[in-house]
């Protein structure tokens, strides 16, 4: 019922900046939050930020906090992930969510991937040093 698209995955120094952004189609009753995970090869699925559609501060995960930022535009059905400071570290795979949930205040860190039930297909990032 919901599809995702991200884009604007690339290759960037150190230090660099990149943006991403997912086009969400299908009904807004199927999903409250949009969130952004990444996958390093070999290492399991991670939280990045969240964000409510419906308003309410974001949450980040420790790693990228004061780095990225999470940002919604209602009218494009578009979250965007803006990427700034890029260590070598944040190299993986970026996949966008959605979901729907009950909690009022949600945060990355207990929005584990498993209870997200849209998916993107990922864009990938690396940051080389």
């Known amino acids: 019922q919901v599809k995702l698209v991200e884009s604007g995955g690339g290759s960037v120094q150190a230090g660099g900046s990149l943006r991403l952004s997912c086009v969400a189609s299908g009904h807004r009753a199927y999903y409250n939050y949009m969130a952004w995970f990444l996958q390093a090869p070999g290492k399991e699925r991670e939280g990045v930020a969240i964000i409510a559609t419906n308003g309410g501060s974001p949450d980040y995960a420790d790693s990228v906090k004061g780095r990225f930022t999470i940002s919604r535009d209602d009218a494009k059905n578009t979250v965007t992930l803006q990427m700034d400071s890029l260590k070598p570290e944040d190299t993986a795979n970026y996949y966008c969510?959605?979901?729907?949930?009950?909690?009022?205040?949600?945060?990355?860190?207990?929005?584990?991937?498993?209870?997200?039930?849209?998916w993107g297909q990922g864009t990938q990032v690396t940051v080389s040093s």
């Open positions: 969510a959605a979901g729907l949930f009950r909690e009022t205040r949600a945060t990355i860190a207990t929005m584990t991937p498993a209870r997200f039930e849209y």
